[in-house]
Structure formats: C-alpha cells, structure tokens
T-cell receptor, first 111, second 114 residues
Framework: GQSLEQPSEVTAVEGAIVQINCTYQTSGFYGLSWYQQHDGGAPTFLSY????GLEETGRFSSFLSRSDSYGYLLLQELQMKDSASYFC????????????FGTGTRLLVSP | SQTIHQWPATLVQPVGSPLSLECTVE??????LYWYRQAAGRGLQLLFYSVGIGQISSEVPQNLSASRPQDRQFILSSKKLLLSDSGFYLC?????????????FGEGSWLTVV
C-alpha cells in the first residue's frame, strides 16, 4: 500500500519561514507534488519534483530526496493569505498519473 | 485554456436517496479523470479514476459508482446514499502521458446526507 505522512498543523507569524515535511511509502514513485487548499475551496497545484533537489517558485520552494522518501515545502515571507491546508501527493503510475494525497498540514499564519 | 466544472455545488439528500454528480472538462481531449472525496478536515481520498471512455477503476469499495459516457464527462452516482457518504466531492483531470504531472480540480460539491 501507500502512505504519506505530514504534520497535522503548523503555526507561524507573518514574514516568517515555515517548512512542511512529507515522508512517503509507495509501491511506485514518479514524483512528489504539493497542493494548497483554502477553506471551502478546491486544491490548487503549487509545485512538482520528479528529481532530487530544490525547485523554487517565487516565495515557495519544494525539495525532494528520493533516497530518503522525503520532501518538504518551504514557504518564505509568510503572508496571512498563506493560511490554508497543504497536501503532498505522490504520483504512482508511469503512464498514468494516479495521485495519492497525504492527510494535509493546516498552516495558520498570525499577525 | 482548459476548464473543469462540476455540479451541483451543494446538495442535501436523505438517506436512501440516489445521487448524481456531474463533471465536464473543456479545452482538452482524452484527459484522465478522477473523483476524490474529502471528509471535513481530512485528506483527499481517491474514489475512481478513468483513462478513457467506459474505462473506470475503483480505488475503494463503497456504494458509489462512476461512469464516463463521453470523453470529457465524468459522473458519480449512488443508488442509495448512506450517512457516511457526506463530504466534499472533487472532480479532477490531468493530461495523458508524461506531461500530465499536474492534476486540476473542479470547484467541488458539498454533499450532506441527512
């Protein structure tokens, strides 16, 4: 089977940096993705790592270590609007993009 | 550009009643299609996925079913709803092949079974 573990909740203040970790166990692995979901809304794509290393997109960065089955999402210069749930997801299929999601991390940003 | 729509946005249904949620994708052809469910404050559970018309794979045993009558249409159904079917249902799509690393979600449908 497959499993993804994330912390359930993280709190931080505006302007700070926060790291959300994700460890996974899957039968196949073709990449790690991150999604953001605000309360009442649908998840939206943030980033994708197929290879080891760091991917940077503005204030958000994502890291992957395939040998450690581990990745993280790094959010810098936190803003109030970053308060949301963040999900890591692994792509299991090669030809088919079956995504399995973690249970999510709720980020609370305070003034 | 590609868009995905699902409806209805919210519905309240009595136990034992039928269900039909519909989802359509525009601006792309032969997408992979998905139905996810999210219980309140929980993660996303993959219910069904489809790689083509009439091809449905079920991830978890349940009293729900899915159908794909057209290339860009995906329907989630139930003949008799249970209380445990309440939740936030999300339709999603991704492109075929190696370029489909990203999955795009519809607006979601809130189902409350009473």
């Amino acid at each position: 089977g497959q499993s993804l573990e994330q912390p359930s909740e993280v709190t931080a203040v505006e302007g700070a940096i926060v790291q959300i970790n994700c460890t996974y166990q899957t039968s196949g692995f073709y990449g790690l993705s991150w999604y953001q979901q605000h309360d009442g809304g649908a998840p939206t794509f943030l980033s994708y790592n197929a290879l080891d290393g760091l991917e940077e997109t503005g204030r958000f960065s994502s890291f992957l270590s395939r040998s450690d089955s581990y990745g993280y999402l790094l959010l810098q210069e936190l803003q109030m609007k970053d308060s949301a749930s963040y999900f890591c997801a692994v792509r299991e299929g090669g030809g088919f993009q079956k995504l399995v999601f973690g249970t999510g991390t709720r980020l609370l940003v305070s003034p | 550009s590609q868009t995905i729509h699902q409806w209805p946005a919210t519905l309240v249904q009595p136990v034992g009643s039928p269900l039909s949620l519909e989802c359509t994708v525009e601006g792309t052809s032969n997408p992979n299609l998905y139905w996810y469910r999210q219980a309140a404050g929980r993660g996303l559970q993959l219910l069904f996925y489809s790689v083509g018309i009439g091809q449905i794979s079920s991830e978890v045993p349940q009293n729900l079913s899915a159908s794909r009558p057209q290339d860009r249409q995906f329907i989630l159904s139930s003949k008799k709803l249970l209380l445990s079917d309440s939740g936030f249902y999300l339709c999603a799509w991704s492109a075929q092949g190696a370029s489909g690393n990203t999955i795009y979600f519809g607006e979601g449908s809130w189902l409350t079974v009473v």
